[in-house]
């Protein structure tokens, strides 16, 4: 049996390699559908949130309005979203997801998660619970952290030295 080091070592390294395939997948995903990875964790808030206003998806994706704009701009002219009138309040505008975005997420995600709560079926509450847990806090310590480095001084980009 492992001593408690070695677990704690190889939980991390399966963390580290899980957010790597995650990373990996989704950089396959927005390949496909001809966009960038911001604008695919847009289409994922609205798949996970529903319609949300400009403002509130802006500062969900850690953008300003104005490359918010930009992002809606490019997805809505792509067919992926599209800016449909506010419900109660006329000066605003939701923003939502299409059916072609809904047909991508079908194919591509449906199949993953089905296979991933087979995965969760077979496991007992308790390990549920704790998988959940894990996930939750890790979720947490990253925003935290993502936090932290957004408030670090930017660097200065590095030098190119020209050809001659």
Do not use: W
Not at 8 to 17: L, N
Not at 23 to 50: A, K, M, P, S, Y
């Amino acid at each position: 049996m492992k001593d408690h080091k070695a677990l704690v070592q190889q939980a991390s390294s399966e963390m580290r390699t899980y957010q790597t395939a995650v990373d990996r997948f989704d950089e396959v995903v927005t390949n496909l559908l001809g966009i960038n990875r911001t604008d695919g964790r847009c289409l994922d808030i609205l798949e996970q949130r529903g319609p949300l206003t400009a403002g509130e998806l802006a500062r969900a994706c850690g953008l300003t309005t104005g490359a918010m704009t930009t992002l809606l701009d490019r997805l809505e002219r792509l067919g992926y979203l599209r800016r449909v009138p506010h419900p109660t309040d006329r000066r605003r505008v939701m923003v939502e997801l299409t059916a072609k975005s809904r047909r991508y997420i079908e194919q591509v995600y449906m199949p993953v998660g089905r296979e991933g709560r087979d995965l969760l079926n077979c496991l007992s509450d308790s390990q549920l619970e704790l998988i959940a847990k894990v996930m939750q806090t890790g979720r947490e310590l990253l925003e935290r952290h993502t936090e932290r480095v957004e408030k670090l001084p930017k660097k200065a980009p590095a030098r190119t030295r020209k050809a001659g």
